[in-house]
């Protein structure tokens, strides 16, 4: 597999960035291993079970690459990894590094199709997965799968339990840390692929090397940093997820801090986590962040040491900016990022939106993270005031997607720009707003609309705690637009109370949504986090287009 996974980006390019300083142009096992032995006793990981230590994390890891070795894995080997958040998830990224091999971690939860998937085009060699979470009996699924998977050689199962018929038991596997010596593989090539939530009909899956995991992300997470020390991330989406790829490689690896995980996001953990444990920085969606917000009520979260709250994965409207900074008393940062190779967020200095303009404020691009610029969408000159298509290039640029050349050809230019589907602007300050999807705009009647700017619009509304907008078939007009509405307590949605408020805010009436889900408890969450839109379609679909639909 590793042949296959060639970069995409002209090297004079890649040594340029090295040269100029943007990545440390050293493998993640190394930069680790460094802060392991400078501070030793520092705590790494703070996870279900406690807290570990550097030098603790150090020996599992190492002990787990000897173990590795024993099975099979060489430099270059893909190896999948489906563990939830903790210290032995961490150990495992670790290890698979010191040896050269290539992580591809996916989030517990996916079934057994979708793991097929990404075993089969990845040519995986091995897989570490839980014998059991939450019911789910994962070691087991992928070990029955193998048959379909000639590549895979090697099914290790982790955690306690009986160890499945065709699995081997992580805790059997030889190892000693002292008998291990690590590779130095080239920080240019692959070290993890990040499994993209994106609009395609099986997940993208994007090779990342060392450098740029280190280096570009590491550079974004480093521009939150505030004087005083390493950083202490708590991480409410899954590391396995392309958000949590900013876990192993950037908090530690990078930057010598502590990741905080909890196995399972709920609300009501996240507020005692926070309490707690005192992060500098938690990593969540908009969507978490709303349901924390619904738990703790009026009065402020007590959230000492707290420098930021960055929240990725969809659009934070203002009104959730506001309730949050008010509730955590610090810097609340809209990320805009993906596992295609772009990011770009607004930064702790909470400056003012500039009045006006369309979609939402991302911040300014930072070169030594990706530069941005903006494509148009029907050939001729590019205007950057114009809505066109946002494409991304730098340090933290990807080498290529994995197993699908047809990606390569649609998203990557020849000359390392990746095209990201996703619409934006750029004004004459060089601030970047992004508008919506080129795949999510839905076409009514030949008239394009952009969920993403009716998203925005409803969020503004009083009795709106959360809300998405999809698209639903319709014989009549193709699509119609339908809006999914979590409300305020005490608030009572419906069609026209939203087509008022629409009407308010000067929304066009053929953007106005014509289908309604009321959501009576939280919009519902993929396994990476994320709000789940296929299945707010599926409830749409299995209600009636007649009156509004109820969801709990």
Same mark, same amino acid.
């Given at each position: 597999m590793t042949n296959l996974l060639h970069?995409?980006?002209?090297?004079?390019?890649?040594? #340029?960035?090295?040269?100029?300083?943007?990545?440390?142009?050293?493998?993640?096992?190394?930069?680790?291993? %460094?802060?392991?032995? #400078?501070?030793?006793?520092?705590?790494?990981?703070?996870?279900?079970?406690?807290a570990?230590?550097?030098? @603790?994390?150090?020996?599992?890891?190492?002990?787990?690459?000897?173990?590795?070795? $024993? &099975?099979?894995?060489?430099?270059?080997?893909?190896?999948?990894?489906?563990?939830?958040?903790?210290? $032995?998830?961490?150990?495992?990224d670790l290890a698979l590094a010191a040896l050269g091999a290539v992580a591809l971690p996916f989030p517990v939860g996916r079934g057994g199709r979708e793991a097929r998937s990404l075993l089969g085009r990845a040519g995986a060699r091995a897989v570490i997965a839980a014998t059991e979470h939450r019911g789910i009996a994962h070691a087991k699924e992928l070990a029955e799968l193998a048959g379909e998977l000639p590549e895979l050689d090697t099914v290790i199962a982790a955690g306690a339990g009986a160890v499945p018929v065709g699995c081997?038991?992580?805790?059997?596997?030889?190892?000693?840390?002292n008998g291990f010596t690590p590779r130095r593989p080239d920080p240019d090539t692959a070290a993890r692929i990040l499994v993209s939530s994106g609009s395609e009909a099986e997940p993208k899956m994007v090779a990342y090397s060392h450098n740029a995991l280190a280096g570009g992300r590491g550079n974004f997470l480093g521009a939150?940093? #505030?004087?005083?020390?390493?950083?202490?991330?708590?991480?409410?989406?899954?590391?396995? %997820?392309?958000?949590?790829?900013?876990?192993?490689?950037?908090?530690?690896?990078?930057?010598?801090?502590?990741?905080?995980?909890?196995?399972?996001? =709920?609300?009501?953990?996240?507020?005692?986590?926070? +309490?707690?444990?005192?992060?500098?920085?938690?990593l969540g969606v908009p969507t978490m962040v709303r349901m924390m917000l619904e738990?703790?009520?009026?009065?402020?979260?007590?959230? /000492?040491?707290?420098? &930021?709250?960055?929240?990725?994965?969809? #659009?934070?409207?203002?009104?959730? +900016?506001?309730?949050?900074? +008010?509730?955590?008393?610090?810097?609340?940062?809209?990320?805009?990022?993906?596992?295609d190779g772009v990011n770009c967020h607004t930064g702790l200095?909470?400056?003012?939106?500039?009045?006006?303009?369309?979609?939402?404020?991302?911040?300014?691009?930072?070169?030594?993270?990706? /530069?941005?610029r903006i494509a148009p969408l029907h050939g001729g000159t590019a205007n950057e005031a114009e809505t066109g298509e946002i494409l991304a290039r730098g340090p933290m640029t990807p080498l290529c997607y994995v197993g699908a050349p047809e990606l390569n050809m649609r998203y990557r230019t020849a000359d390392g720009w990746v095209r990201t589907g996703d619409l934006g602007t750029l004004d004459a300050e060089g601030t970047l707003r992004v508008v919506g999807r080129l795949k999510d705009v839905v076409i009514r009647g030949g008239a394009n609309i952009s969920p993403a700017e009716v998203e925005g619009e409803l969020?503004?509304?009083?009795?709106?705690?959360?809300?998405?907008?999809?698209?639903?078939?319709?014989?009549?007009?193709? /699509?119609?637009?339908?809006?999914?509405?979590?409300?305020?307590?005490?608030?009572?949605?419906?069609? @026209?109370?939203?087509?008022?408020?629409?009407?308010?805010?000067?929304? @066009?009436?053929?953007?106005?949504? @014509?289908?309604?889900?009321?959501?009576t408890g939280e919009l519902p969450l993929t396994p990476a986090g994320k709000?789940?839109?296929?299945?707010?379609?599926?409830?749409?679909?299995?209600?009636?287009? &007649?009156?509004?639909?109820? =969801?709990g």
């Open positions: 970069d995409l980006v002209p090297a004079p390019l890649r040594r #340029a960035w090295a040269a100029e300083g943007h990545c440390p142009d050293i493998d993640l096992y190394t930069l680790f291993r %460094s802060h392991r032995i #400078a501070d030793p006793h520092r705590t790494a990981v703070i996870d279900a079970r406690g570990t230590s550097y030098a @603790e994390l150090d020996d599992r890891a190492r002990c787990l690459a000897t173990g590795l070795t $024993e &099975a099979g894995i060489r430099p270059g080997d893909v190896v999948g990894v489906q563990l939830p958040n903790s210290a $032995e998830a961490v150990a495992a081997r038991s992580l805790t059997a596997l030889p190892g000693t840390a939150l940093l #505030a004087a005083g020390g390493p950083p202490r991330c708590l991480f409410l989406t899954p590391l396995a %997820s392309a958000f949590g790829s900013s876990g192993t490689a950037v908090t530690l690896a990078r930057h010598g801090g502590t990741l905080v995980l909890l196995d399972r996001f =709920t609300p009501e953990a996240a507020l005692r986590a926070i +309490r707690a444990h005192r992060p500098t920085h938690v738990r703790c009520g009026p009065e402020p979260v007590a959230a /000492e040491g707290l420098t &930021a709250l960055v929240l990725g994965g969809s #659009a934070l409207d203002a009104a959730t +900016r506001r309730e949050a900074r +008010r509730a955590f008393g610090c810097p609340v940062v809209n990320l805009y990022g993906s596992a200095a909470e400056e003012t939106a500039p009045a006006g303009g369309p979609g939402v404020v991302v911040g300014r691009p930072d070169p030594t993270v990706c /530069e941005i969020s503004a509304h009083p009795g709106v705690r959360d809300v998405l907008c999809v698209g639903v078939p319709d014989p009549l007009m193709g /699509e119609r637009l339908a809006a999914c509405v979590v409300p305020r307590s005490g608030h009572e949605i419906t069609l @026209e109370s939203l087509g008022a408020h629409l009407d308010s805010r000067g929304l @066009e009436r053929r953007k106005h949504p @014509e289908r309604l889900l009321v959501v709000p789940d839109r296929t299945a707010l379609r599926d409830q749409l679909a299995a209600a009636s287009p &007649a009156t509004p639909a109820q =969801t």
